[in-house]
T-cell receptor, first 116, second 114 residues
Framework: AQKVTQAQTEISVVEKEDVTLDCVYETRDTTYYLFWYKQPPSGELVFLIRRNSFDEQNEISGRYSWNFQKSTSSFNFTITASQVVDSAVYFCALSEQGTNAGKSTFGDGTTLTVKP | SQTIHQWPATLVQPVGSPLSLECTVEGTSNPNLYWYRQAAGRGLQLLFYSVGIGQISSEVPQNLSASRPQDRQFILSSKKLLLSDSGFYLC?????????????FGPGTRLTVT
C-alpha cells in the first residue's frame, strides 16, 4: 500500500529564511509519480511539480527547489529566501502505476507560516 | 486552457437537509474527476472518483453519493446531512487514462452543517 508522510505539521520562519519541507513515501511499485501542491489561505490547491520515479534529477524553479532521493524514499521541497506569500499548506502526493484513475495518496500537509 | 468550476462557494445547511454540490470542467474531454473533503486543519480525504460518465467509485462509506451525468460534470449529493459532513469540499480533475498526471483543483465549497 502506498503512503506519504509529512512529519512536519507546522513550520514557522521569518521572511528571507530558507525552509525545507520533508516528504517521505512508501510504495511497492517501481514506477510512480510524486507531486507537490500548495494550498494558500484561499483554499484552492495549486499544482507545483510532478516527478517520476526514473528521474532523480533535482529541479529548481525560481526560489523553489525539489530534492528527490529514491535511496531514502524522500521528495523534499525547499523554499529559498522565503516570503510572506509562501505562507500556505503544502501537500506531497504519490501516484502508483497500478493505481486506477490516477488516484493520488496525499500526505497530511505541512502548514508553513512566513512572518515578516 | 482548462478551467474547473465549483458552486456554491459557501453553504450553510441544517442537519437532515439535502445537499447538491456541482463541479464542471471546461477545455478538456474524458477527464478523471475527484471529490475530496478537507476537515478544518486536516489533510485531504478522497471521497469519490470517476473515470467516465456513470462510473463512480467510492473511497469512504458515508451518507454522501456522487454522480457523473455528463463527461465534464460531477455532482456530490446527500439526502440527509449530518453535522460531521461539515468541511471544505474540493473537486479536482486530471487527464484520463493514466496515473502520471497531476490534479487540478476547483476553488472549493465550504459547507457548514448546523
Amino acid at each position: 500500500a502506498q503512503k506519504v508522510t509529512q512529519a512536519q505539521t507546522e513550520i514557522s520562519v521569518v521572511e528571507k529564511e530558507d525552509v525545507t519541507l520533508d516528504c517521505v513515501y512508501e510504495t511497492r511499485d517501481t514506477t510512480y509519480y510524486l507531486f507537490w501542491y500548495k494550498q494558500p489561505p484561499s483554499g484552492e490547491l495549486v499544482f507545483l511539480i510532478r516527478r517520476n520515479s526514473f528521474d532523480e534529477q533535482n529541479e529548481i524553479s525560481g526560489r523553489y527547489s525539489w530534492n528527490f532521493q529514491k535511496s531514502t524514499s524522500s521528495f523534499n521541497f525547499t523554499i529559498t529566501a522565503s516570503q510572506v506569500v509562501d505562507s500556505a499548506v503544502y501537500f506531497c502526493a504519490l501516484s502508483e502505476q497500478g493505481t486506477n484513475a490516477g488516484k493520488s495518496t496525499f500526505g497530511d500537509g505541512t502548514t508553513l507560516t512566513v512572518k515578516p | 486552457s482548462q478551467t474547473i468550476h465549483q458552486w456554491p462557494a459557501t453553504l450553510v445547511q441544517p442537519v437532515g437537509s439535502p445537499l447538491s454540490l456541482e463541479c464542471t470542467v471546461e477545455g478538456t474531454s474524458n477527464p478523471n474527476l475527484y471529490w475530496y473533503r478537507q476537515a478544518a486543519g486536516r489533510g485531504l480525504q478522497l471521497l469519490f472518483y470517476s473515470v467516465g460518465i456513470g462510473q463512480i467509485s467510492s473511497e469512504v462509506p458515508q451518507n454522501l453519493s456522487a454522480s457523473r451525468p455528463q463527461d465534464r460534470q460531477f455532482i456530490l449529493s446527500s439526502k440527509k446531512l449530518l453535522l460531521s459532513d461539515s468541511g471544505f469540499y474540493l473537486c479536482a480533475w486530471s487527464k484520463g487514462q493514466g496515473y502520471s498526471y497531476e490534479q487540478y483543483f476547483g476553488p472549493g465549497t465550504r459547507l457548514t452543517v448546523t
